[in-house]
């Protein structure tokens, strides 16, 4: 079976966008990984729709990919928990930067592309290991 490199490039692309909003910066001295989410999150409303949207966005392309709609509507939870919760002024962005529902729905996404197409799963380079520790934890 061939990978459509199509596919290959929209799996390359929910990867990189979820990193960015959720794990791209480590903290100094910790083992803390935060993104441009919880960032994002401290300006008042606008931060947190701008961010709401972008993780739509993600889903999006997550569900060209043939995910059941109870997958893709756990996915619209965890966005939706993360944008109710993260209105919350500090709070709400504390909250953002340890829930990480992009990660959370980038983990179902490979958890589904592992059984449904695994020539695409394999075929995408691997994480960092400090993700797929995350994303194992996620799984779980």
């Not at 394999?122 to 995350?134: D, G, N, W």
């Amino acid at each position: 079976m061939t990978v459509n490199s199509q596919r290959l490039k929209t799996l390359q692309r929910i990867r990189r966008l979820s990193r960015l909003l959720d794990t791209a910066i480590r903290i100094p001295g910790t083992g803390v990984r935060i993104g441009l989410d919880p960032i994002m999150g401290l300006v008042p409303g606008a931060g947190d729709a701008v961010t709401t949207a972008f993780s739509a966005y993600l889903i999006f392309l997550a569900a060209h990919f043939g995910l059941p709609r109870s997958l893709l509507f756990k996915m619209m939870g965890n966005v939706g928990l993360e944008f109710v919760v993260g209105a919350v002024p500090l709070f709400g962005d504390i909250f953002d930067a340890f829930f990480k529902s992009n990660i959370r729905n980038l983990a179902i996404l490979e958890t589904f592309l592992a059984v449904s197409d695994p020539d695409l799963e394999a075929s995408v380079p691997p994480m960092p290991e400090v993700e797929q520790r995350q994303l194992q934890t996620l799984k779980r």
